[in-house]
Antibody, heavy 122, light 108 residues
Framework: EVQLVESGGGLVKPGGSLIVSCAAS????????MAWVRQAPGKGLEWVSS????????YYAHSVEGRFTMSRDNARNSLSLQMNSLRAEDTAVYYC???????????????WGQGTLVTVSS | SYVLTQPPSVSVAPGKTAKITCGGN??????VHWYQQTPGQAPVLVIY???NRPSGIPERFSGSNSGNTATLTISRVEAGDEADYYC???????????FGAGTKVTVL
C-alpha cells in the first residue's frame, strides 16, 4: 500500500524558515518523481515544486522560486521542502504527492499524503 | 503561464448528470487530469490522461477533452459525489504543473 506521511508543519514568523518532510513507503521510491502541492485555508490547490526520480531535475512555482528548495533522499525514501523567507501568503496545508507519467511525459499526482499545516504569522 | 478556467460551482439533483468544464487555450492538445477533494481530506485522482479511471473509481466518472475545453462528467450523481473538483495539466513550455481554481459540486 502506497503511503506518504508529511511532518514538520507548525507556526513560524514572517521571514522565518521551516522544513517540511515526507516519508514514503509501499512503492519503489527511486522510480517516481515527487511533488509538493499546497492549499491555503478555504482556497484551491496550488502546485509548489516537483523533483525527478533521481533528484537531478527540480521545478518550482514562480511564487516560491528562490525561497523554497526541494530535495530527496532515495536511500531513506524521503522528501523535504526547505522554506525560507516565509510570508503570510505561504500559510497552507502542504501535501506531498507522487507523480506518475507513462509513455509521453504528462505528469499527474496519483497518490497524496494527508498534509501538514504551515502557518506564517507574528 | 498557462491558465485553466473552471466554473466556481455546479448543482445537480441526485441521479442526474453533472458536467464540470475546464477551459484552456488549445487544451485538447494536452493531457488533463481530474481530482476530487472532500472537506478535510486530501485530493484523490479520479481521471488521468483525459479519459482514464484509476482502479477503484466508479465508471460513473468519465472525461473528455477537445478544442479549448475538457469535461469531467459524473453520471447518476450520488450524495457522496459532493466535493470540490480540480483539473490539472502539465505546461510543457515552463515544466510547471497547473491546477484550475476548482469547482464545487453540490448535490441538491
Amino acid at each position: 500500500e502506497v503511503q506518504l506521511v508529511e511532518s514538520g508543519g507548525g507556526l513560524v514568523k514572517p521571514g522565518g524558515s521551516l522544513i517540511v518532510s515526507c516519508a514514503a513507503s509501499g512503492f519503489t521510491f527511486t522510480t517516481y518523481g515527487m511533488a509538493w502541492v499546497r492549499q491555503a485555508p478555504g482556497k484551491g490547490l496550488e502546485w509548489v515544486s516537483s523533483i525527478s526520480s533521481g533528484g537531478g531535475y527540480k521545478y518550482y512555482a514562480h511564487s516560491v522560486e528562490g525561497r523554497f528548495t526541494m530535495s530527496r533522499d532515495n536511500a531513506r525514501n524521503s522528501l523535504s521542502l526547505q522554506m525560507n523567507s516565509l510570508r503570510a501568503e505561504d500559510t497552507a496545508v502542504y501535501y506531498c504527492a507522487r507523480e506518475s507519467s507513462t509513455g509521453a511525459y504528462r505528469p499527474h499526482f496519483d497518490y497524496w499524503g494527508q498534509g501538514t499545516l504551515v502557518t506564517v504569522s507574528s | 503561464s498557462y491558465v485553466l478556467t473552471q466554473p466556481p460551482s455546479v448543482s445537480v439533483a441526485p441521479g442526474k448528470t453533472a458536467k464540470i468544464t475546464c477551459g484552456g487555450n488549445n487544451i485538447g492538445s494536452k493531457s488533463v487530469h481530474w481530482y476530487q477533494q472532500t472537506p478535510g481530506q486530501a485530493p484523490v485522482l479520479v481521471i488521468y490522461y483525459d479519459t482514464n479511471r484509476p482502479s477503484g473509481i466508479p465508471e460513473r466518472f468519465s472525461g473528455s477533452n477537445s478544442g479549448n475545453t475538457a469535461t469531467l462528467t459524473i453520471s447518476r450523481v450520488e450524495a457522496g459525489d459532493e466535493a470540490d473538483y480540480y483539473c490539472q495539466v502539465w505546461d510543457s513550455t515552463t515544466d510547471h504543473r497547473v491546477f484550475g481554481a476548482g469547482t464545487k459540486v453540490t448535490v441538491l
